[in-house]
Nanobody, 131 residues
Framework: EVQLQASGGGLVQDGGTVRLSCAVS????????VGWFRQAPGKEREGISC????????YYAPSVSGRFTISSNSAKDTVYLQMNNLKPEDTAVYYC????????????????????????WGRGTQVTVSS
């Protein structure tokens, strides 16, 4: 059974940086993707970034492109989300999720950020950006 555990959230000032981590375990396939999503109070869950273990490609939502960077360690058991130049509108609960159906972030593009394509979810971690 695939399990994910997100960590690294906290309180940061406008313009600050935070790095989130997502520990992934239990995958039985080599081609899968891990996505980062966020949900702010009163808003729908938003897909913001994805990385595919098979081809190593990534994809970003326009709202975070150029500020956030997704990566994984060599063992591919931890996925990171480096968040720079944070803004108050980035305040949300951040979730990581696992998908066997999203096999290439680059090839699938915006589809790779659709929550319905993800099968397993970790508990969220709160990121609060103060102005």
């Amino acid at each position: 059974e695939v399990q994910l555990q997100a960590s690294g959230g906290g309180l940061v000032q406008d313009g600050g940086t935070v790095r989130l981590s997502c520990a992934v375990s239990g995958s039985t396939v080599d081609e899968y993707s891990v996505g980062w999503f966020r949900q702010a109070p009163g808003k729908e869950r938003e897909g913001i970034s994805c990385i595919s273990a098979g081809d190593g490609t990534t994809y970003y939502a326009p709202s975070v492109s150029g500020r956030f960077t997704i990566s994984s360690n060599s063992a591919k058991d931890t996925v990171y989300l480096q968040m720079n130049n944070l803004k108050p509108e980035d305040t949300a609960v951040y979730y990581c999720a696992y998908s066997k159906r999203v096999t290439s972030a680059q090839a699938m593009g915006i589809i790779a950020l659709i929550a319905a394509w993800y099968d397993r979810w970790g508990r969220g971690t709160q990121v609060t950006v103060s102005s």
